[in-house]
Structure formats: C-alpha cells, structure tokens
C-alpha cells in the first residue's frame, strides 16, 4: 500500500509530481532555528510535536538543529513509528487506555525512554501493572484540564491523588504535569488568548506548589504550543513547551496574530500542497488536482500562495474549484496551496518533497501517516 | 509505511482495536445486492465508484454479486492499484493531461480495458500519442458539464468537435458520453434534486443526438451517483450509471430524501467509524480517539449509531468529544460513528473491517488509499 512517490532526489521542481506536500526547505530551517534560539536564550526545553508531521527526519532535524530534548505524539502507533525510526525520547501526549495499547507501550519502553499522560486512578493501575510485566519504566505526566475542555482532571487535588498513586505504583515514575490549553491556540485575538493562557498558568503553578507541599515535585511542567508559547514560555511555570505547528504553519495559524497584530513569531509557511490545473474548460475557472483527498478543510479552504488573481473556491473529493476571473490559468500550471490545518493535512499524504533553489533535496516518508491505533 | 491491523479474522468484534472502519457485511451485501436488481430489473449496467471505498475486494464483490461490468476511479495511481489488484475494466471518470500520468495511462492499458474522460483538444491528442508509443488503447469519454460546474465542455457543439478528434486519433476510440451532475446528488429536497437532473438529461439527450447525426455514436452514456440514479436510470439517456457511496451510505446521505421523504433506495449505513472512549475525567463528556486523522468532517460531525443519549460534539486532530449529559459511558466503552462523508473517511484507513454475527469475517486493505497521483 505505499504509493509512487511524486518526486526524486535531484529533480527540478517543475517535474514533481501532483498533488503533493512540498516543504520549502529554507523556511522550514528558519522557523526550526527561530523557535531553538527562543528555547537556548529562555532555558526552556523543546519537545516537539510530532503529531503535525509524523515525520522521523523532520524530528530529528528539530532535535539536531533546533536542540529539543524530543518528541510529543498522540497514539502509541505513533510512538512506535518514531522508536523504529530512531528517535528515543517520546512523550505519547494523550490518554492510553486500552489493554492491548498499554502493552504496546510498557514494551516500547524497553526501547526508550517513554512518557505518557493520565486523567484515571484506575488508568494508573493499568500502567503499573503492564510496565511491571514488560519489566520497564513509564513517566507519567498527570493531565490537568485548563480550559480547553477535553482530557484532563480538574487542577489541584484530583492532580495530587493521581500524581501519589503513580508514585505508589511499581513500574512508573511521576515525572510531572501536562497543561495544555489547546482551545487558546488558535484564538485570533492577542488579549483574548493572553487571558486565557494567563488562566492556564495559574491554575497550574496552583497545582504544582500544591503537588510540592504533598512531596511531589515536577520535573516537567509540559504544555504550549504555537499559539501561545511565548506565554508560557515567560510564565516561570512551565519548562517544557510542546510546539508542532511552528514549523510548517498553515492559513489557520496565519490568521493567529500577535500583539503587534503579526503572525505569530513570524513564523512563515515552509508546507504546501503543490496542485496542477487538469481542467480548464470554462473561463473563470479552473479545476486542479488537490481536493478533500488532498487535504484537510476543517479549518477552512486552503490560500493559494503568492497569488492574488485566483483563488481556492471549494474542494470535492478530489477537485479544487479555483475561480480565475482572469482567464490566466492553463492546463498543467502549478499553484502552491496553504493548507487551512497542516497536521490532518499531513495525514493524508504519504510523502514530504524538501526543496531549494528549484530542486528537490530531500524525500522524507511520512513515517506515521494512518498511524491511528 | 503499512501498520499493524486493527483486527484479525475470526476475532470477536469487542477485541477490534480503535479507531477503525468497521463493514457491517450484512448491511453492504444488502445495498450490493439492492442496486444489482435496480439494474438488472431497468437493463442498465452498473460501472461501481470505486473512489468510495478503494478497495479490490469490495470491487469484486460489486462485480461478482452486484453484476457490476467494472469501476470507475479518478486518479490513475489508483487505477494502478486496482489493476494490480486483478480488476480488468476500469474508467478513470476524470481528465488525465500531465504527460507522466498519460504515459502511465497508456502503459496501463496494455494491461485491462482502460477508459479516460477528456474535455479539451489539446489533450486529445496528448493521450493518442501515448497510446501509440505503448501500443495500446485508450477508449475516452467526452466530459459534459451538466450543471456540476467541474470539468467538462458545454453540452453540444463542443462535445461534437471533442468526439470527432478522438475519432480520428490512432490509438484512441470514442466511447461515448460523461454526463455527472454531481452537484445534484446531495441536494435534500426530492424535487429540487430532480429539477437538476432533469436539465441534466436533456442536455445530454440533445447531445447524443448531435453527435448520433455526425456519424459519432455513443456506446456508453455514463454519469449519475447514489442521490439521483433512479432518475438517470429512467430518463432512456443514460446506459451507465456510476453510483458509489451506496455500498457504505454516510451521515450527508442519509440526509438526502426520495420522494417519499425516506433515504434514498432505503440504502443502509454499512460503514462505521468504531471508536472508544479513552477519557472520561468530566461527567457531562466522554473523549474517543477518533478525531480529524480518523475521519473528514468537511460534510459535518459523525452520528453515533444507535444511540439517542450521547452525541459526537467535535473533532480536534485525534480526539472527538461526545456529549454524555447522562454520565453513562465508561473508559473503553466502544460506539459506532456514522461518517459525515464516506469517501475522504475510507481514504484516511489502512483497513476495512468487515464484521458480521459479532466477529470479523474479512480485513480488507484499503488497496488505493492515498493514491493520489
């Protein structure tokens, strides 16, 4: 089931094939050495999000190049992907509740080192009970909820009785907190995001003193990611930020500004789908290659890049409608497209092409793609 | 890059891993065998969309049991897969125009009956210089836009000077018409629905016609999908009708009514999202591991089958949030999602599961998931 790849190393980039995710290399190295240089001057650790490019040669790239300590994932089929690929730092950010899932972990902690999250006593037992038959170690970073309203006890005690009963319990090791405000991520509006945040590390900086007072001390204080890092970042709570999107951004973590109403960091887009016109019948318009197999639209149609004549209308199953008032497009004519949301995006593709300077230089397989169990 | 299934055959239906897509065999053999007698029963054939559920197995099945004369697909690679596969007669219902892909084409139809459709000149000839160069021949359809607003030339002279070239290429035979209003299919309303298709099947009876007059007569009068067939399949127009999503049904569908105001054919939901809860730290929400990576949203949320106490709220990139205003599910407790929109859904999947008296009886590779070029 792995499919011709659109491109090979060496090729110019007019003769890749469509559709496609191509990475401009140049930008994606800005935005990893943009985002290290912020970690290195504010003492902070990196763990990268994998979950956006399920990509081992990405992640190690922002291990070696941008100095994170590892990576974040969200399924134990991820986690596996990224050991067998190489990597040996893996935090599974996410609940890990089924019988056959917490084998698979407690064994790929044999492997590396292993971290995961829980919002469950019972959980906690299931853990312990399954790393004492693997005969490993599993960190386990309790998950507080602070506001974005999905996984997650309710900070303060519920977080101290979960943090005790996995130091109680053989064959895991409490390494922490996990308190991520996802919701704030993509709010547009700088204050209104900084409000939320600042909500986020209250209630966790709460939870960790009280965690210290009952003698459980947090070695990793994990959460933030693209839309609010800085926040955190500053907060004098958190040591450890979990940014994915950084690194390719997509239409949606455009429109995220910051408070002097720029994109975020200045990050720029480094992913694109590179589509063909395969149809070009009508006048002011023309169909391209790229649609909702292409491609993710839960967060809206994707933005043609660099050009302001056409513009991406609405996708089908595997057509993009692209409205050409100008009548310029032709048959074969490439447009790249930012994807509105590039981690389910990514998902779909099996293939990253890294170019520069019109060639393409690098073909890295999407090592989780589908990776769902 | 291929991961470890999600079942066995033979397991019992409480040990599929999740999230996956589940067949309930005894729903999908239903809709088969439905849509097998419809075409019979009128003397229509049935050339089965194959870009639904991409998969071998299910063609062969729609061939074997539905009497299906062959698919259709939209991309070559997936054309490829599914000749690879053991299919034989197979239409790419789409335009074909970047050089590689036409070499591709060709090559493939050295191997099994290969249809193309084609809406402009340039491409015609394209297409008949890559047949020559492999020997082989590829039959093309004409596209007409119907009122779908997609590919296609106007009905009429323009489908008549399009014929005629393919007619006097070497290395290509002129098939017939394409004719798929596809805008039409999910539109709810009966009567709307038919209002569309009646302007679509007297564009193409004029069509045919014309073309019929010039010497060009069509052997296959292609078009129609699961929201309209009974309709092309009445008009005396049509001789080949594409329908697809029948085979799995979706929530969008179950949305589109017939005249009695009833799903359409009384098609069942056969495909399912199976999904558990793997977080339950809030009375009023449960959190199940199926989000965007496991299903596309773009026609909305999934239903939760055969349950009116919880509701699928959200979909973040691996988490759906289910409304639990009972407090009544429990961590690991499993639910059947219907998928807002089949096709993009399947497309995300490794592994069809086909399930029936509680135990899987097939695993079925998605055999052109991702597919794309």
């Known amino acids: 089931m792995a499919h011709t790849s659109p491109a090979t190393v060496g090729m110019p980039v007019e003769e890749i094939d469509t559709p496609c995710l191509v990475v401009d290399l140049d930008a994606f190295e800005r935005n990893v050495d943009k985002l290290g240089r912020y970690m ?13 490019h399920k ?16 990576v974040c994932c969200q399924k134990v089929g991820e986690a596996e992907a990224l050991v067998e690929a190489g990597l040996r730092d893996v935090l599974v950010s996410n609940q890990v509740v089924a019988p056959k899932k917490i084998a698979r972990l407690a064994a790929l902690a044999t492997r590396a080192r292993v971290l995961v999250c829980v919002d469950d006593l019972g959980n906690v037992d299931d853990l312990s009970a399954a790393a004492v038959e693997a005969g490993s170690t599993l960190e386990c970073l309790v998950e507080i909820d602070v506001g974005a309203g999905r996984c997650g006890v309710a900070p303060g005690e519920a977080a101290v009785a979960l943090a005790r009963r996995i130091a109680d319990r053989p064959g895991l090791a409490f390494a922490g907190l996990q308190a991520y405000q996802g919701r704030a991520q993509h709010v547009r509006d700088h204050g209104e995001r900084r409000a939320l945040i600042q909500t986020a590390i209250d209630e966790t900086k709460r939870t960790v003193a009280l965690l210290e007072a009952e003698g459980l001390p947090c070695a990793i204080v994990a959460g933030a990611g693209t839309g609010s890092f800085e926040m955190e970042g500053a907060s004098g709570v958190y040591n450890e930020l979990q940014c994915g999107s950084y690194v390719f951004m997509d239409a949606d973590y455009q429109r995220v500004r910051d408070s002097g109403d720029r994109p975020i960091s200045e990050f720029e887009n480094s992913l694109f789908i590179l589509t063909a016109v395969m149809s070009k019948a009508k006048p002011d318009i023309a169909i391209c290659d790229a649609g909702l197999k292409a491609q993710s639209v839960d967060s809206g149609m994707p933005l043609v890049f660099g050009r302001s004549d056409v513009e991406y209308l609405k996708a089908s199953d595997e057509h993009g409608v692209i409205a050409d008032p100008g009548n310029v497009l032709r048959l074969n004519d490439r447009l790249r497209l930012i994807p509105g949301h590039c981690d ?7 293939w990253l092409v890294g170019v520069r300077d019109g060639r393409v230089e690098a073909l890295w397989p999407v090592t989780a793609r589908g990776a769902l169990l």
């Open 40 to 52: 290195r001057d504010h003492g902070l650790r990196h763990r990268a999000h994998a979950k956006t």
């Open 344 to 350: 389910p995006t990514v998902n779909v593709h099996d």
């Open 55 to 70: 990509s081992a040669d990405i992640a190690k790239v922002q291990i070696e190049r941008g100095g994170a300590c590892g």
